[in-house]
């Protein structure tokens, strides 16, 4: 069993930076991909970034590309994202969920089964 506690979110004026955390309990969180995800209002749950178990391969939504970062630190079970020149259509509840099944399509919400709580992001104009 993977629990996932999201944390780092907050308030931030456009241009600014955040860095959210993913702190997973269990073992075997270290042979999981890991996906973050946001969800907007009235909006559905969008792709934003995922790395491999390893942490050799990442993806990211052409919406964030070269402004954030996602990471992992496996001896800590944690996985960062980094978000530098936020703007205010960045403004989401931040997810993070691990693929426990090895799915083959890491940007697609299907393939994760283990969701963490949210943690919410609001970038001011």
């Known amino acids: 069993q993977v629990q996932l506690v999201e944390s780092g979110g907050g308030l931030v004026q456009a241009g600014g930076s955040l860095r959210l955390s993913c702190a997973a309990s269990g073992r075997a969180f270290s042979i999981y991909d890991v996906g973050w995800f946001r969800q907007a209002p009235r909006k559905e749950r969008e792709f934003v970034a995922a790395?491999?178990?390893?942490?050799?391969?990442?993806y990211y939504a052409d919406a964030v590309e070269g402004r954030f970062t996602i990471s992992r630190d496996n001896a800590k079970n944690t996985v960062y994202l980094q978000m530098n020149s936020l703007k205010p259509e960045d403004t989401a509840v931040y997810y993070c969920a691990v693929d426990r099944l090895g799915g083959s399509e890491p940007t697609k919400v299907y393939v994760y089964d283990c969701w963490g709580q949210g943690t919410q992001v609001t970038v001011s104009s």
């Open positions: 790395i491999t178990w390893s942490g050799s391969s990442t």
